[in-house]
């Protein structure tokens, strides 16, 4: 179910208090302290889940495992199989509390295979990640109305400005989509007019500005801090969106489907992993070198779907032995997240777009079992489709959507049900582009 914006607010306005009264306390606790609290949320995410939800019903009955009897420490957990996206996809309503997924709000996504994915979240679950967002934020010295920027989630439709003001939360959304050599500096110059105190954005959207003031020799606005997440961080984004801005950035990990949540703190030595709001495992893979880890999670508070022991498919740089964090606080850090190198479309009039900016398209429309996209040269773009019913009046909606996203100069070829493009690795990228990525710019 959709929420209103008046219960929207109130979910945020409870997860600031759950933020400044019980998160600011937990951040500093001890491994015991921590793992009490995680065992106690776990176990009543276990009982429920045994209870109402009909594919752990029938897995704990078949594995013999009873959450009363036989989950005493974390590590128990270790008797349930892992979950990979492909599983719980196609488990479909097998996975949900029926009773819970009535009240929950629906989130989507298509994540690295391109699959659309319905992920039904809790509540209580939604205002907890509210309170570690605004946890997150208030590390890098954020106070409510401050003025931020937002370089992402907000879509302009024809003759729409590309940017817009919500005077509530004193946010400035500027459509990521627009971003060219030749707005750039429109874009620069209203950043300079209003004078945010923070930033928000893709990472590649934020380093493309950045980029673009340089060459084209305009001073930035200078902002006291920087909000990336959704798409990996690389090395060379950082140290340009820093310089140019003039701030340090604040990079956050997570997934659509909620299982763990990471971020960076202001002492930037890694990324905390935020253990009041999921169970993290980072396992040791054959294929991966010796300092990195699969992320397998466990989100502890969503009744609705509980995802246990969740393959999220990224992979996690493990930090120093034994490293504790400059800011003070215990939550265990890590390095870095790798394994999600999104590339970018390229349009002939010189734009360069997240791939993360399409997803929401593709899963707005009936039917799609998974899509990708393929780019070979700046003025053509190939789209592969799966699905069993996709008729012409779809095809015309889907090449109308991307030709508002991308221009008419485009030339777009849609392979209805054709083989998808492999990888090197043998690995269904999402996007494929053989143009490189921004960093050609
Ligand atoms: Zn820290």
């Not at 509390?97 to 809790?122: W, Y």
């Not at 495992?281 to 990195?292: F, G, K, V, Y």
């Amino acid at each position: 179910m959709k929420v209103s914006l008046l219960e929207d607010l109130w979910l945020s306005a409870k997860g600031i208090f759950l933020s400044q009264r019980f998160l600011s306390q937990t951040q500093r606790w001890s491994q015991e302290q921590i793992e009490q609290f995680q065992v106690v949320k776990c176990r009543e995410l276990l009982r429920s889940a045994a209870s109402n939800v009909p594919y752990y019903k029938k897995l704990f009955h078949d594995l013999g495992f009873d959450p009363d009897r036989d989950f005493r420490s974390m590590a128990d957990l270790q008797r349930i199989p892992t979950m990979t996206k492909a599983r719980a996809r196609g488990l479909g309503s097998e996975l949900l509390n029926a009773m819970e997924a009535a009240k929950a709000m629906e989130l989507r996504s298509s994540g690295s295979t391109g699959e659309p994915f319905v992920i039904q979240v809790s509540k209580n679950h939604w205002v907890m990640e509210q309170a570690i967002v605004w946890r997150h934020w208030s590390w890098m010295g954020y106070r409510f109305r401050d003025r931020m920027a937002i370089v992402r989630s907000y879509v302009p439709e024809a003759g729409e400005p590309l940017w817009k003001l919500d005077p509530i939360r004193n946010f400035l959304y500027m459509s990521a989509y627009h971003l060219t050599p030749e707005n750039a500096a429109a874009y620069l110059e209203k950043l300079r007019e209003w004078q945010p105190k923070y930033l928000r954005g893709y990472p590649s959207s934020l380093y493309i500005l950045a980029k673009m003031a340089e060459a084209q020799g305009i001073t930035a606005p200078r902002v006291k801090g920087i909000l990336t997440a959704s798409e990996s961080l690389l090395p060379v984004y950082r140290e340009t969106i820093e310089r140019v801005f003039g701030a340090s950035v604040f990079d956050w990990y997570g997934q659509s489907e909620e299982t763990i949540t990471m971020n960076e703190c202001e002492a930037h030595q890694g990324l905390h992993i935020n253990l009041e709001y999921g169970y993290c495992e980072l396992l040791a893979d054959p294929s991966l070198p010796e300092n990195e880890r699969r992320i397998v999670a466990t989100c502890l508070h969503n009744l609705a779907m509980p995802l246990i022991r969740y393959e999220t498919g990224d992979v996690a740089v493990l930090a120093e032995d034994g490293a504790l964090c400059g800011c003070g606080r215990t939550l265990p850090l890590v390095k870095a997240i790798k394994g999600r190198s999104d590339d970018f479309i390229r349009t002939p009039d010189g734009r360069i777009i997240p791939s993360v900016n399409f997803y929401t398209l593709f899963y707005e429309l009936p039917n799609i079992i998974a899509f990708q996209l393929v780019q070979r040269e700046v003025g053509c773009l190939e789209v592969y489709i799966k699905s069993q019913d996709f008729g012409e009046a779809l095809l015309r909606e889907l090449r109308t959507k991307l030709q508002d996203r991308l221009g008419e100069a485009i030339n777009i070829q849609i392979h209805l049900n054709e083989a998808f493009v492999q990888t090197g690795e043998g690995k269904k990228r999402v996007v494929v582009s053989m143009l490189g990525g921004a960093d050609a710019v």
